[in-house]
């Protein structure tokens, strides 16, 4: 192996965080990955990688494989790892991976992503390249190969409770993301998945991070809403291609996985868009979206998701006092 660390005065270009929650084998592969491209890089994009761990319990940290960067030196270092003693959530995860570092660019990253040198340089080039560019995200490709339509649309009041009440399948309103368009080029967004998601770390230093009332979900939405509200763009790189298995390390978690959801989409609404949106998709929670989700497991005949959905909405219903108190601490947008 090359790697950049021959160089040990060369300072990181760009700080890899990656949050883990029960990844296991996909950590490995996304870092497999990472020690593939940083061979490819040499010492044209110096890196520095950061795992912060929320408390798995799949010994997930078992045998990650050796990259040149990290708390050690040469070709045995590792990625620098935070253990946390409980699961933090994903943003204030990142917040802490990303103060460990001082490369200007951050590059939030996913488990289950996998990297190629090519996508690191190629969305390093464009976020750098023009002053006026914040945020950038990668065309995320399944296993399949199978582009996902995953850039989004920023939410409204009327969107969010309208998808709430499932109008966007009868086009009434919207959809969350941008499944219409091919993302076959480049362009300016409203949102790019948090999955594979490059930014500037003076200006998410500038907007404090993520907000870190978002447990899961929804910070990648805020952050990018707020890097707009900034005066910097959001953009699509069509020619930077990442592979996503999606929803690799939650995938297993469906009750806490809607639970989350549902809070952070209420706890957005009330940020973004004040009380009255909060507590109307409160409502649409439990007369609409749950009780939705579980009439189509019955009708699939799937009694195990038909539970899962009762104890999602069980976790909501046992967080909703706060939940409540901290919509009405909200001041209207």
Request: net charge neutral.
């Amino acid at each position: 192996m090359t790697g950049i660390a021959a160089m040990p005065g060369t300072p990181p270009a760009l700080d890899v965080v990656i949050v883990n929650w029960n990844g296991g084998a996909l950590l490995r592969a996304c870092l497999a990955s990472l020690a593939a491209a940083e061979d490819g890089l040499g010492d044209a994009l110096p890196l520095r990688v950061v795992v912060v761990d929320n408390a798995s319990s799949d010994g997930s940290l078992d045998a990650l494989p050796r990259l040149r960067h990290g708390p050690g030196t040469g070709p045995d270092a590792g990625p620098e790892v935070i253990a946390n003693p409980d699961n933090r959530g994903f943003g204030r995860a990142c917040n802490a991976g990303a103060a460990r570092g001082r490369a200007p660019a951050i590059l939030f990253l996913n488990p289950d992503a996998r990297v190629t040198a090519e996508s690191l340089a190629g969305a390093y080039a464009a976020l750098t390249a023009d002053a006026g560019t914040g945020i950038v995200g990668a065309q995320l490709l399944d296993e399949a190969g199978a582009v996902q339509r995953s850039c989004a649309r920023r939410p409204s009041a009327g969107s969010l409770v309208g998808q709430a009440l499932l109008l966007d399948r009868a086009r009434l309103v919207p959809t969350h993301f941008m499944t219409e368009w091919d993302h076959a080029e480049d362009r300016a967004v409203d949102q790019v998945m948090g999955a594979f998601l490059m930014i500037r770390r003076s200006l998410f230093a500038d907007l404090g991070g993520f907000d870190e009332r978002f447990f899961v979900y929804y910070e990648d939405v805020d952050l990018c809403a707020r890097a707009q509200d900034a005066g910097f763009a959001v953009r699509h790189l069509a020619g930077v291609r990442v592979r996503h298995e999606g929803q690799g390390t939650t995938r297993a978690a469906k009750a806490h996985r809607l639970a989350c959801f549902l809070e952070s989409q209420i706890r957005y609404a009330a940020k973004h868009h004040g009380r009255a949106t909060a507590l109307a998709l409160t409502a649409a929670a439990f007369g609409a979206q749950v009780p939705l989700r579980l009439a189509q497991a019955l009708a699939r005949g799937s009694s195990a998701e038909a539970g899962e959905v009762l104890r999602g909405a069980g976790l909501l219903a046992r967080a909703l006092p706060g939940l409540l108190r901290a919509i009405g601490t909200s001041p209207a947008p």
